[in-house]
């Protein structure tokens, strides 16, 4: 049984994670309410709120699952990618819970968590029963947009990314613009469903090169500032400017998505990280996976966004091989290209 640590962004995250994968106690904080004002997340107030909350967070889980410290048998935090400040916070916190409780610890890659999140466990949620290694796997939130060609634990092949701004971030900064709160990717999937999607021409970028397994988001901030300087109304047309952009992020995702099936053959694919929830994603990537004769496994929202159960299980697949961090590991804000192999 594993203690997992998550402080990679704005979530402060502790889970217990069994070696089955099952999730014991899943506890966050959500910071939202206090980068809100700012209309982003400022890492200072970040790390100084996983500061207040993760020991409180470590009790609790152990207090509401029953679980001693005996029970566990090492600790696994993200050590990368992030923000430094908020990845320090966790990562100083495991080495010194690890040294005082005499346990081996283990840093993990933020993208690789999201990428094994469908394979945790808990009383609601299973994996379905043909999803397994090897499988694609599109991470994609407000930091990263990462598609995989996931092995087997701890072996993946970086297949494609995003070269300029992640898909959550883009919606995010054309939710600011049309005036929606932060973050806004669910207040764009909100306005979205009453919205024509072929309103507003916005650009789908990289697409006609079939071998193209890369992702470029920043063209669409520039044709939304175009549009918006052209006289739209911003209230009355708010739907179906929504519907237009969500709808070039969402097929830049599934034409990637579908392409790579293609050129692996893999027929077991998994989308993870907080634009996951986005229903026309989830609608179009079940579609086309059924198209395909596949299995797509969306692990529920408690899994998909940044959580310190799917840090537990890359924990876990590391710490069954062996793998172990020494004391003197330095959490990274960037993720190094070999990181993933
Ligand atoms: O994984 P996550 O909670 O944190 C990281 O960024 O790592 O993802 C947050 C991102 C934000 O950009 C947010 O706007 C986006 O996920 N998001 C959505 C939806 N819900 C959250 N984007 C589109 N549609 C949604 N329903
Ligand atoms: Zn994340």
Not at 52 to 58: F, I, K
Not at 147 to 162: D, I, K, V
Not at 289 to 307: E, I, K, M, Q, S
């Amino acid at each position: 049984m594993i203690l997992a640590l998550e402080t990679s962004c704005d979530d402060t995250s502790v889970a217990i994670v069994d070696l089955d994968g099952r999730v014991r106690i899943l506890l966050s904080a959500n910071q939202d309410l206090f980068h809100r004002p700012f209309g982003g997340i400022v890492p200072e107030v970040a790390s100084r709120q996983h500061t207040e909350n993760l020991l409180p967070l470590v009790d609790g889980a152990l207090v509401q699952s029953g679980l001693g410290w005996d029970a566990l048998t090492g600790i696994a935090v993200t050590s990368r990618p992030g923000l430094i400040g908020s990845l320090l916070v966790g990562v100083v916190t495991a080495k010194a819970l690890a040294l005082a409780k005499d346990l081996p610890f283990i840093g993990v890659n933020h993208i690789e968590a999201h990428l094994l999140a469908p394979l945790l466990r808990d009383s609601t949620y299973e994996p379905p029963k043909e999803f397994d290694f090897p499988y694609l796997g599109l991470a994609v939130s407000g930091g990263h947009t990462h598609l995989f060609l996931c092995e087997r634990p701890g072996c993946y092949r970086l297949l494609g990314r995003t070269l300029d701004d992640a898909a959550g971030e883009a919606l995010d900064k054309f939710a600011k613009m049309i005036g929606l709160g932060f973050p806004g990717g669910a207040e764009v999937d909100r306005w979205a469903v009453g919205g024509d999607p072929t309103a507003f021409a916005f650009p789908r970028a990289m697409m006609d090169d079939e071998g193209n397994l890369d992702f470029s988001f920043s063209g669409l901030k520039t044709a939304a500032l175009r549009i918006l300087d052209g006289g739209v109304n911003r209230e009355r047309q708010r739907a179906d400017l929504c519907a237009s952009f969500q709808e070039a992020v969402v097929d830049a995702l599934v034409t990637k998505l579908v392409r790579a099936a293609r050129v692996t053959g893999l027929k077991n694919w998994t989308v993870t990280g907080g634009v996951s929830a986005n229903s026309r994603l989830r609608a179009r990537a079940s579609e086309a996976v059924r198209d395909h004769g596949g299995v797509l496994a969306l692990p529920p929202l408690r899994f998909y966004t940044d959580n310190a159960a799917m840090v537990g299980m890359a924990g876990l697949h590391r710490l069954r091989a062996g793998e172990t961090s020494r004391q003197d590991l330095a959490p990274s804000a960037s993720s190094r290209a070999d990181d993933w192999i």
